[in-house]
């Protein structure tokens, strides 16, 4: 359900093409909420039927047509109402903490693998975040530039900051993550070596 919301999101700054939308999608709102394309499409249609968005005919080249979405007075309606409602916290389900559960059941060098590509996988994330980070402070991220040039500019501050404070929490959480894999690490050796 919150990839509908993520779409409004994206197209209270501008009326999108679904490919103009999914790429969009790819350089922003994918950093917090990562969906493939065969999810952005059907839902942009089930948008649509719900009234949320209004797709427009419009010329392609010089024969040819495509779907443009517009964000309807319900869409934002619908927008804001999420905004405003507290969310339902599911419990942890994680594979990772799941199998660290019984790393007793592993090979020590498969247990060191996987830790290790936890820790990689962390640090690759982290480093994206923190090169958004940048970006919005510095003023070159294009997304934000869109969003700010059709807002008043006494709501830029607010608009830049809450992006920020979003990648500053998932900076946070891939340190500690990361943290965790190399004490995994060192729990595996001090475990494993029979010393
Ligand atoms: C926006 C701009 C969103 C930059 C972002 O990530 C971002 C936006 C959620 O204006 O929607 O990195």
């Given at each position: 359900?919150?990839?509908?919301?993520?779409?409004?999101?994206?197209?209270t700054?501008?009326?999108?093409t679904g490919?103009d939308?999914?790429?969009?999608?790819?350089?922003?709102v994918a950093?917090?909420?990562?969906?493939?394309d065969?999810q952005?499409y059907?839902?942009l249609?089930?948008?649509?039927?719900?009234?949320?968005?209004i797709?427009e005919?419009?010329?392609?080249?010089p024969?040819?047509?495509?779907?443009?979405?517009?964000i309807?007075e319900?869409g934002i309606?619908?927008?804001?109402e999420w905004?405003n409602?507290p969310l339902?916290y599911s419990?942890?389900?994680?594979?990772?903490h799941l199998?660290?559960?019984?790393?007793?059941?592993?090979?020590p060098?498969?247990a060191?693998?996987?830790?290790?590509?936890?820790?990689?996988?962390h640090?690759?994330r982290r480093?994206?975040?923190?090169?958004?980070?940048?970006?919005?402070?510095?003023?070159?991220?294009v997304?934000l530039g869109?969003?700010l040039?059709?807002?008043?500019?006494?709501?830029?501050r607010r608009?830049?900051?809450?992006?920020?404070?979003?990648?500053?929490?998932l900076?946070?959480?891939a340190?500690?993550?990361?943290?965790?894999?190399?004490?995994?690490?060192e729990?595996?050796?001090?475990?494993?070596d029979?010393?």
């Amino acid at each position: 359900m919150s990839l509908r919301y993520a779409l409004l999101a994206l197209l209270t700054v501008e009326p999108m093409t679904g490919y103009d939308l999914s790429k969009r999608f790819e350089s922003s709102v994918a950093y917090v909420w990562h969906a493939p394309d065969s999810q952005i499409y059907p839902e942009l249609r089930r948008m649509e039927k719900d009234g949320l968005l209004i797709g427009e005919e419009v010329p392609w080249g010089p024969n040819s047509k495509k779907t443009q979405y517009r964000i309807t007075e319900a869409g934002i309606a619908a927008f804001r109402e999420w905004m405003n409602t507290p969310l339902e916290y599911s419990r942890e389900r994680d594979p990772v903490h799941l199998k660290a559960a019984y790393l007793e059941w592993a090979e020590p060098d498969s247990a060191r693998a996987q830790m290790e590509a936890h820790i990689a996988y962390h640090m690759l994330r982290r480093n994206q975040w923190e090169g958004m980070v940048q970006e919005l402070r510095s003023g070159t991220s294009v997304m934000l530039g869109r969003r700010l040039a059709v807002t008043p500019a006494a709501e830029h501050r607010r608009t830049t900051e809450y992006k920020i404070f979003t990648y500053e929490g998932l900076i946070a959480r891939a340190e500690t993550e990361i943290a965790w894999g190399r004490r995994g690490l060192e729990l595996i050796d001090s475990l494993e070596d029979g010393s």
